[in-house]
């Protein structure tokens, strides 16, 4: 048994004969602090008595990417940790407060999932020419990335919304909001043969169907089938079962910014009438903002160590 499962286990005697709190209360802070102290043995505290700021946010991390609990189960994990450190500077166990710093988790705005660019290659590669509407789906994944648009914006596009030639695309977002949004080449290359070899045996010579993607009966495509296409390749990927065409959308945008690009300029791109909207994926590439924290700031390399 560690130092650390003791200190739990006299914590655990304390609230119990001199606090005096609920039984359930007395169970979820057990429940908890075992799981932290499990975690803390394998590697994530290097000393439990003094814990640094990034190991105890490594702990959330690990709560939130690798345990899946979702916030409210995290802040109440950062709750019990908390007490039971202020139990320890209580027995003069320690003298850190750095727990303290740590804000709960139930403040915290969610994160839309993303997908590493590896992952969203894979997806993108997915459609074979096996598959019955090979150029038709691999167009509609190319196009979901590269404009980051909504599923009801793409399944909106019309043909005269495309200007290939130019490499840019028309969209209408919310409130019928117009923006102009380029293409790369190879999503350019993959609507060109989609609409000279496969949209005209669909559309039966139909002139007036102004819709750029549409089913096999030649009608526009509805949002519930741009859905269905996209899990179908998600599911052949291997992806997470969550991986939607949203998920495209929030890696796009994700994309850019570790590129950077400036959030003026990806919420010009996503439509987004208010910036506080593209804020949020400010928050997803934390690797980006400490490689220039690092790489920037006098004391970068310094605060690397902490």
């Known amino acids: 048994?560690?130092?650390?499962?003791?200190?739990?286990?006299?914590?655990?005697?304390?609230i119990r004969t001199e606090?005096?709190?609920?039984?359930n209360?007395?169970?979820?802070y057990t429940r908890d602090l075992t799981r932290f102290a499990l975690w803390?043995?394998?590697?994530?505290?290097?000393?439990y008595t003094a814990p640094t700021l990034r190991e105890?946010?490594?702990?959330?991390?690990h709560l939130r990417d690798e345990e899946r609990l979702a916030p409210p189960s995290v802040a109440r994990h950062l709750a019990a940790v908390k007490?039971?450190?202020?139990?320890?500077r209580l027995e003069e166990r320690t003298t850190q407060n750095t727990v303290d710093l740590l804000c709960s988790p139930s403040l915290w705005q969610r994160i839309p999932q993303v997908l590493s660019p590896e992952n969203v290659n894979k997806l993108l590669e997915m459609p074979q020419p096996f598959d019955r509407y090979f150029l038709r789906d691999r167009a509609i994944l190319e196009t979901l990335y590269a404009t980051g648009s909504r599923a009801s914006e793409v399944v909106g596009l019309k043909l005269n919304d495309l200007h290939l030639e130019a490499g840019f695309c028309k969209c209408y977002g919310k409130g019928n909001k117009q923006r102009i949004v380029p293409l790369g080449r190879i999503a350019i290359n993959a609507l060109q043969q989609y609409l000279q070899q496969q949209r005209p045996q669909l559309v039966h010579g139909a002139a007036d169907m102004p819709y750029v993607f549409v089913s096999r009966g030649g009608k526009r495509l509805s949002r519930e089938m741009l859905w269905v296409v996209v899990k179908k390749y998600v599911k052949r990927a291997g992806l997470h079962s969550k991986v939607s065409p949203h998920t495209l959308r929030h890696s796009f945008a994700t994309h850019l910014l570790a590129g950077g690009a400036d959030l003026r300029t990806v919420q010009e791109l996503l439509?987004?009438?208010n910036i506080r909207t593209t804020q949020q994926y400010t928050h997803v590439d934390r690797e980006?903002?400490?490689a220039i924290h690092r790489r920037f700031h006098p004391r970068g390399k310094d605060a690397d160590a902490g």
């Open 40 to 47: 803390a043995d394998r590697g994530g505290l290097s000393d």
């Open 56 to 61: 105890l946010s490594n702990f959330l991390s």
């Open 271 to 273: 439509g987004h009438a």
């Open 19 to 23: 606090r005096g709190l609920a039984d």
């Open 25 to 28: 209360t007395l169970l979820a």
């Open 1 to 14: 048994m560690s130092a650390l499962t003791d200190d739990v286990q006299a914590f655990r005697h304390y």
């Open 83 to 88: 007490v039971f450190y202020r139990f320890l």
């Open 288 to 290: 980006r903002l400490r």
